[in-house]
C-alpha cells in the first residue's frame, strides 16, 4: 500500500543501501510495481547504479516527461523525482564519455497488466501507470497503435536531460497467451535474460531488488516460470556476485 507499506520500506530500504555503498563498488537496481515508489522516495544523487531496472513500474507513466518535471514548484518537489532516479546511474569517470552515465534506465512493461489496468482506479489518479505503458508514451497508449497513431514519443516527450538513456522492454513479446495479463514477470526467464545482458555482458555485478507487496500470489498473475526469488537468483543470475533483497508483503511486517 503506497500510504502504509511503501513508507515503512523507505526506511528499510535507505538502511540497505547505506550499507550496500559500503561494500559494492558497481551495482545495478531492479524495482518492481509499487517497489519504484520506494525508489522515487530514496532517489538521490548520493545512491549510483550502473543500471536501473524498473519492472512493472506502479509509478506514474510521465514520471520522466519533460512537461511533468518542469511543472515542479520547488527543487524537492515530487515532480523532479524523474530526475533524481536518473541521477543514481553512475557515470564515466574518464576518456571521451566522461560525464556520461554508463547504463540506463530500463523499463519493462505489459500494456495488457491486470494490476497496474487498476491502479490509476485504485489511487483515483486517472493516470496510466509506467509499467502499463512504458517511458515516453501518451497517457491515452493503450489505443494509440490501434488507430495508427504513434505510441512512443521520446524525442519529444522525455526530459532532454534523460534522453538517450532510457530504454523500454514490452514483457508481452515474451508472455504466454495464458499470462499475457501478468504483473509478476519479473523472474520470468526472459527478464532475467534480459538484466543479464545489460549488466555487462555476465560480468560478476552485485544488484540491490526492491519488490513491493503487490507482486504476492495473491494480487498478482502468475507468470509462466514463476520461481522463488532466491532459488532463480542462484540458477539464473550466475553472474552477479552478490545479491541484497527487500520485500514487504501485504501487512508490511
Known amino acids: 500500500?503506497?500510504?502504509?507499506?511503501?513508507?515503512?520500506?523507505?526506511?528499510?530500504?535507505?538502511?540497505?543501501?547505506?550499507?550496500?555503498?559500503n561494500v559494492f563498488q558497481s551495482k545495478n537496481l531492479i524495482c518492481h510495481s509499487m517497489g519504484n515508489q520506494v525508489l522515487r522516495r530514496v532517489a538521490n544523487g548520493n545512491l549510483k547504479f550502473d543500471n536501473i531496472?524498473?519492472?512493472?513500474?506502479?509509478?506514474?507513466?510521465?514520471?520522466?516527461?519533460?512537461?511533468y518535471i518542469n511543472s515542479a514548484m520547488n527543487r524537492d518537489a515530487v515532480e523532479k523525482d524523474g530526475l533524481r532516479i536518473y541521477r543514481?546511474?553512475?557515470?564515466?569517470?574518464?576518456?571521451?564519455?566522461?560525464g556520461k552515465p554508463k547504463g540506463k534506465i530500463y523499463c519493462l512493461y505489459n500494456n495488457y497488466d491486470?494490476?497496474?489496468?487498476?491502479?490509476?482506479?485504485?489511487?483515483m489518479n486517472w493516470v496510466n501507470r509506467l509499467g502499463q505503458v512504458g517511458i515516453g508514451s501518451y497517457n491515452d497508449s493503450?489505443?494509440?497503435?490501434?488507430?495508427?497513431?504513434?505510441?512512443?514519443?521520446?524525442?519529444?516527450?522525455?526530459?532532454?536531460?534523460?534522453y538517450g538513456y532510457t530504454e523500454n522492454v514490452c514483457a508481452y513479446d515474451s508472455l504466454s497467451w495464458k499470462d499475457y495479463k501478468s504483473h509478476g514477470y519479473q523472474w520470468d526467464e526472459f527478464a532475467i535474460d534480459f538484466y543479464k545482458s545489460k549488466i555487462e555482458g555476465?560480468?560478476?555485478?552485485?544488484?540491490?531488488?526492491?519488490?513491493?507487496?503487490?507482486?504476492?500470489?495473491?494480487?498478482?498473475?502468475?507468470?509462466?516460470?514463476?520461481?522463488?526469488?532466491?532459488?532463480?537468483?542462484?540458477?539464473?543470475?550466475?553472474?552477479?556476485?552478490?545479491?541484497?533483497?527487500c520485500d514487504r508483503d501485504a501487512k508490511g511486517k
Open 53 to 67: 531496472f524498473m519492472v512493472a513500474a506502479d509509478v506514474r507513466h510521465d514520471i520522466f516527461h519533460a512537461n
Open 202 to 245: 555476465g560480468e560478476r555485478r552485485s544488484a540491490v531488488v526492491s519488490r513491493s507487496s503487490s507482486s504476492s500470489p495473491s494480487s498478482s498473475q502468475p507468470s509462466p516460470v514463476q520461481k522463488p526469488a532466491p532459488d532463480c537468483m542462484t540458477e539464473s543470475l550466475e553472474a552477479l556476485s552478490s545479491m541484497l533483497f
Open 142 to 162: 493503450w489505443w494509440r497503435p490501434v488507430v495508427g497513431f504513434k505510441k512512443f514519443d521520446e524525442k519529444r516527450l522525455v526530459h532532454p536531460m534523460l
Open 88 to 98: 543514481m546511474l553512475s557515470k564515466h569517470t574518464t576518456g571521451p564519455n566522461a
Open 114 to 123: 491486470f494490476a497496474l489496468a487498476l491502479s490509476p482506479w485504485a489511487g
Open 1 to 21: 500500500d503506497k500510504n502504509e507499506n511503501v513508507p515503512e520500506a523507505e526506511k528499510e530500504f535507505k538502511m540497505l543501501l547505506g550499507n550496500a555503498m
